[in-house]
């Protein structure tokens, strides 16, 4: 080993860091971009070397991500699904390839749940039924017969709108007064918000709604543009409850613009890592990991964390 007069020192084995494919579906809200954020920053502090890919809100284009992840044979593939469903074929490539996926936000239904480690997500659920509380607990003590309610809904077959759905209707339904009237759908997106809000606005007397329920923030944040081309105050004449807690939402909460701001928690980061530690150091990984999340009103709405996102 003396080359030229000099020790050339052995080469130590240097384990290489583990390569992660990361398809995430889009970058439609503020939400979904500290998503993104979270994860990757936690990847890289834990020296895992990412490929990030941007679906564009598009599943096709997902499914060819997740294609070029098992083409460059990388240690293990997060997916964020635009939709439930559609996957099975491509879960069972990465699968044949020896390649764990871990899937992260929505759900995608599989009939083999091996098909994937594990799923960390928010319970959507659990985030409707606070929204419909919200709507019970502050109509509890009014004299009004007839609750009726606005329901804007994000992406269809997404599992964040249907079991927000589920989980509002859950809860509402406990009272016989309320009834959802009405369901629009803005795809989760602020101009589709506003587009369909407006739309409603123009075919029917807003007046009438007592309540909007809105899958998530920047659809309202769209609403609310419309909302404002008429004579009804936003969070007086017209009760808002919003999903997300984003930033721009808590500052419209704090003014009285809505009233209600259900929390998606989107810092996935540890949650994300702590699972991809688990795995490589071959240890068990629980196949459902749920974040903690909670609920803004005016009762605390001037004890809200920062929200970074
Ligand atoms: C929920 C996530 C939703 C967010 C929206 O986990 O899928 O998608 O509520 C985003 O901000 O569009």
Redesign the pocket.
Known sequence: LLLAGCAVKPKTAVTKSPVIGFSQ??T??S??KF?TKSIRTELKRDNYEVMYRNGYQNQERQIQDVRTFIAYQVDLIILAPLTEHGWEPVLKEAKKAKIPVVVV??HLEVNDQSLYLTHI??S?KAEGQRAGLYVTNHFAKSKQRQIKILELN??AD?S?AKLRQEGFADTIGRDPRAHITATINGD??RAKGEEVMADYIKNHDLSQIDVLFS????MTLGALKAIKQTKIRPGKDLIIVT??A?ENMIRKLQVGEVNCVVE?N?DAGWYVVNALNRYFAGQQVPHEIYMPETTFSESNADKVPTRNY
């Open positions: 579906s889009g439609e809200s939400w979904r998503h936000d929505r997500s928010s959507f994000g992406t997404a964040a989760f997106t899958h998530s923030d920047e999903v997300d984003q998606c989107p």
